[in-house]
């Protein structure tokens, strides 16, 4: 679980960099909109949180 948690968080950080570049640039990368890498930052960060506090409560219960 912590891998999974820890891939989301790495996958946002690389969106959240393409996302400013390309609102930085007023260009799309690959023809996707700054705003699609930061929603996708903002799911991958959501997700994210899920899982750690899925694993926080498995071992809370145990």
Known sequence: ????CEAF?????ISIIVG????????PFFG?????????TQTCLLFAIAVAARE???AKGK
Do not use: P
């Open 32 to 40: 996707i909109e700054a705003q699609a890498f930061l929603q996708f």
């Open 56 to 58: 926080y409560l498995i």
């Open 20 to 27: 400013i570049i390309s609102r930085i640039l007023l260009k």
């Open 1 to 4: 679980m912590r891998r999974i």
């Open 9 to 13: 968080i790495v996958v946002a950080v």
